[in-house]
């Protein structure tokens, strides 16, 4: 098992950045992918980002590029996403995951997620 927590989240303006953190325990933490995803309401859940844990492949969505970094810590435990020049599309639940390699991280395949943290960005 995996526990997984998230934290940063909050209210920003358009244009402003934020850093997202998430801390896991239980399981070797190195040894999995981990991956940030959001839910927006009324929306599906989609993938923002994922990376190895080598942190040698990343991937992130199409929205995302240029303007979200995930990075990881394994000393620390810990997964963050910076986000920069955020949008008001930007708003939804994000959620942590962990999973046993990237590809199937990226199609959401593993039962271990955070609780999520909310991003709302006003225009």
């Known amino acids: 098992q995996v526990q997984l927590v998230e934290s940063g989240g909050g209210l920003v303006q358009a244009g402003d950045s934020l850093r997202l953190s998430c801390a896991a325990s239980g399981r070797t933490f190195s040894n999995y992918a981990m991956g940030w995803f959001r839910q927006a309401p009324g929306k599906e859940r989609e993938v923002v980002a994922v990376i190895s844990w080598t942190s040698s492949v990343t991937y992130y969505a199409d929205s995302v590029k240029g303007r979200f970094t995930i990075s990881r810590d394994n000393a620390k435990n810990t997964v963050y996403l910076q986000m920069n020049s955020l949008r008001p599309e930007d708003t939804a639940v994000y959620y942590c995951?962990?999973?046993?390699?990237?590809?199937?991280?990226?199609?959401?395949?593993?039962?271990?997620w955070g609780q999520g943290t909310q991003v709302t960005v006003s225009s």
């Open positions: 995951a962990a999973g046993a390699s990237c590809p199937s991280l990226r199609n959401g395949g593993t039962p271990f």
